[in-house]
């Protein structure tokens, strides 16, 4: 059978069983992404010893009694402890399966984890598993020496001249993180980047105050005025460093205080024991843009990001995404990636379609 967990007591409980996590995972974090209409629930499934979670976004889908899923920003899936040969997949598919039908969950979206390998097996069979482009990670389980001989020399060179110029430190006051969020933002703006990334001062607040898992706001001064420069949230659980968010000071941009800031938490998650540092993937999930060039100068471990979709209910899933198209006629449905294809957002003119 499936479980239902929404209280935080069972829901930590529940990871903590399980071991290695991720705060992608987290209680703390699903409250701080959802939206209004949003409702986080870990789905628990169990069989025998085998237990797999799912973590997931619920929304209602305006205008009818259906509601579908979907995951948090980052890194979801599914979580297992599952180590027997017996278990069986597809019996843990079907119950999956008619649990989102009873519900009436028309479809799940989730991101999955690059570096949970059982994830893609574990769901394979139900919905579709595409490629999301590549993350960059560096292994923090190599020697600190090993690590930068993979840095790229231009990336040593800018690193070994902001040594000179810039300290780095772990921003412990409120005015901290005021200069944090001021440099997240004016990054945000000149990006062009939509609504959604621009959080709120209580959301990182939030974040900060979490114990669900262990959030450091590292701060890069200006050594000749001491002004904050650039700033970068990251996020540490069980034996991950998530590279979460970050901001520079544009005045600055070529003293490159964030790329001394991530070399500075490489060197102290390493002396801490973590097994590596996530830096994430470019834009979009491209592999070419500006953004990846500038995480893959750290390193050259690269692994896969997936997406996992699942229509649940075709009958209706057809029908709420032809109404949609019905109304742009216009539009041609085959050539739209969005998932799920109801909630693409759909303007009169093909030239200035939004998906």
Avoid at 140 to 148: C, H, Y
Wanted: hydrophobic residues 35%.
């Amino acid at each position: 059978m499936i479980e239902t967990i929404e209280q935080k007591e069972k829901w930590v409980e529940q990871l903590a069983k399980i071991g290695n996590t991720d705060f992608y995972f987290t209680y703390d974090y699903h409250q701080l992404s959802k939206n209004d209409d949003e409702n986080p629930v870990l789905l628990k499934y169990n069989e025998g010893n085998s237990t797999i979670l799912l973590p997931l976004l619920l929304r209602n889908i305006k205008g009818t009694s259906y509601i579908d899923a979907t995951s948090v920003y980052g890194y979801a899936g599914v979580l297992s402890n599952i180590n027997d040969n017996s278990f069986e997949k597809s019996k843990f598919h079907e119950i999956l399966h008619s649990y989102l039908m009873d519900n009436k969950i028309i479809s799940v979206f989730s991101r999955l984890h690059p570096f949970l390998d059982n994830q893609e097996s574990l769901l394979s069979g139900l919905g579709e598993i595409s490629d999301q482009g590549m993350v960059v990670y560096l292994d923090l389980s190599l020697p600190i020496e090993i690590q930068r001989a993979n840095f790229n020399r231009r990336l040593k060179t800018y690193l070994n001249k902001a040594r000179k110029v810039c300290t780095v430190s772990e921003g412990n006051h409120q005015e901290d993180l005021k200069s944090f969020i001021e440099l997240y933002h004016e990054n945000m703006r000149r990006v062009d980047a939509t609504d959604s990334y621009f959080f709120d001062q209580t959301y990182f607040e939030r974040i900060m105050a979490s114990k669900d898992y262990n959030p450091q706001l590292m701060i890069c001064r200006d050594n000749d005025s001491q002004k904050i420069i650039g700033a970068a949230i990251f996020i540490k659980k069980d034996n991950i460093v998530q590279y979460h968010l970050s901001g520079l000071d544009a005045d600055f941009y070529e003293l490159n205080p964030i790329k001394l800031i991530i070399d500075e938490m490489r060197l102290i998650s390493t002396a801490e024991g973590y097994q590596l540092l996530n830096l994430g993937g470019g834009r979009g999930g491209s592999n070419e843009d500006s953004l990846f060039r500038f995480k893959s100068g750290f390193s050259k471990e690269f692994k896969n990001f997936r997406l996992w979709k699942y229509i649940v209910n075709h009958d209706i899933y057809n029908k709420l995404t032809n109404e949609k198209f019905n109304q742009y006629p216009e539009v041609d449905k085959n050539q739209i990636s969005f998932f799920p294809q109801y909630r693409a957002t759909l303007t009169k003119k093909m030239d200035t379609l939004e998906i």
